[in-house]
DNA sequence: TTCCTAAATGAAAATGATTATCACTTTCAA
DNA sequence: TTGAAAGTGATAATCATTTTCATTTAGGAA
């Protein structure tokens, strides 16, 4: 949990005095919550968290600090069909490898794959230059998602 | 897919019977305005020009006629980050180009694109096949969207 | 065609995630 | 150190979507 050659405090210090944005304990906690943990986490799960480590913050502050995190595009929100959303880590300083989402529309399973993103990215970032240029648009980031049944899901009907 | 007689009535009466649902006017004219109407429409629009054609439909039916068209695979919902869910039809017997979105984050605006949109199939394609294999999932349809500021959105700030 | 029953429906209430309000607290640059 | 601006938590408000439930309807059977 906690880093002790302290680089991991201050690569993220910068980039929210960047912003305007002060550093307070309560986004020290949402961002080391995400940092330090599973992936996909709902905004309640990361309360529910964040509130353990501080009793005093609250769930206003979760989703302010989640809302500036994916400003400054160190978080991706993402939805997965089970009506709440699911937030995550941006690759970043830490090193995460870059990943698409299989999700179950059955069971909202939701599982992370890295094959063939190297190609996926490439790919994309063809289409990205393409479509910048023909619609002068500013793209920051994509997102893409295959929807299925899962192993569980299927097994058993057939269809 | 062989049709042409009939079609304006038929060709999804066999698909709703197929799935065991029966066809009622409410459902007929949901259909009828995605069919009929602009992309990605949200389900109060839908609402709003079902009840202007059959003021008995409501809002629940509204909800209800989607999920099913979702499950029969004529509908696709997406999530554009305005809080509401979109819909609009897969491309189906009417023709419809397959295509991608453009997502401004700024004002939500979003731009419809088809190029690159063979490439782009073509990978997903051989990718959807890996995955399949590899984890065990019957893939259905998948999901792809750029964000970024839209022409007017980042015209003038400079970053 | 008439009947019958499961399916479908609308109105209204309930739900639940997210957002706004507001008085109080904290950060940080001067 | 200090004070203005930014941040905060508790609570209420919002608002898209779902559930409930009494009533109606579709469509196969008779």
């Not at 405090?9 to 005095?17: P, R």
């Not at 880590?89 to 909202?108: I, M, Y």
């Not at 619609?135 to 097994?155: E, P, R, T, V």
Request: aromatic share 10%; glycine share 10%; hydrophobic share 30%.
């Amino acid at each position: 949990m906690l880093e002790r050659h302290r680089r991991g405090q201050s690569w993220w210090h910068g980039k929210f005095s960047g912003y305007g944005y002060k550093i307070t304990a309560g986004r020290e906690i949402v961002l080391g919550i995400l940092v330090g943990s599973e992936k996909h986490l709902s905004a309640e799960e990361i309360y529910i968290k964040a509130h353990a480590i501080n009793p005093a913050i609250g769930m206003t502050t979760v989703y302010r600090t989640l809302d500036i995190l994916i400003e400054m595009r160190l978080v991706n929100k993402f939805d997965f069909g089970d009506g709440r959303g699911r937030y995550e880590l941006t690759e970043g300083p830490k090193g995460l490898r870059h990943h698409h989402h299989l999700v179950c529309t059955s069971c909202n399973r939701v599982i992370d794959y890295t094959d063939f993103i190297d190609e996926e990215v490439e790919l994309l970032s063809r289409t990205e230059k393409g479509l910048t240029g023909k619609y002068n648009f500013k793209i920051s980031h994509h997102l893409i998602q295959f929807y299925g049944l899962c192993d569980k899901c299927h097994s058993g009907r057939e269809n």
